[in-house]
């Protein structure tokens, strides 16, 4: 079974840039659809980005910020995330659609595989 993990959180100063990365282990991208959400202490676990033959999308609280790619033949999805605000703090986790037919779903439960997730710390 495929193992998505993430990398490339931290700590950055409001205004400031991240570029996170999930890679597939124990086996390869089939997914038609690939997704990063993030979750806040005390929230909901919220739909961030997806990529898939539809193309990318996004939220309207990312969007313009926000740039996921994805290459399969590395078997990594990138999550470019510029211009952070404080309300962006999360530990943000990639998943996998897990259906055959991706028409553009942002609910977590249509996805699996998902990583532990990295945290990523916006300071004001």
């Known amino acids: 079974q495929v193992q998505l993990v993430e990398s490339g959180g931290g700590l950055v100063q409001a205004g400031g840039s991240l570029t996170l990365s999930c890679t597939a282990s124990?086996?390869?991208?089939?997914?038609?659809?690939m997704a990063w959400f993030r979750q806040a202490p005390g929230k909901e676990r919220e739909f961030v980005a997806s990529?898939?033959?539809?193309?990318?999308a996004y939220p309207s609280s990312v969007k313009g910020r926000f740039t996921i790619s994805r290459d399969n033949a590395k078997n990594t999805v990138w999550l470019q995330m510029n211009s952070l605000k404080s309300e962006d703090t999360a530990v943000y986790h990639c998943?996998?659609?897990?259906?055959?037919?991706?028409?553009?779903?942002?609910?977590?439960?249509?996805?699996?595989?998902w990583g532990p997730g990295t945290q990523v710390t916006v300071s004001s």
């Open positions: 124990g086996g390869t991208f089939s997914s038609p659809a």
């Open positions: 998943a996998a659609f897990q259906g055959t037919y991706y028409t553009g779903s942002v609910r977590d439960t249509d996805f699996g595989s």
């Open positions: 990529i898939s033959g539809r193309g990318a």
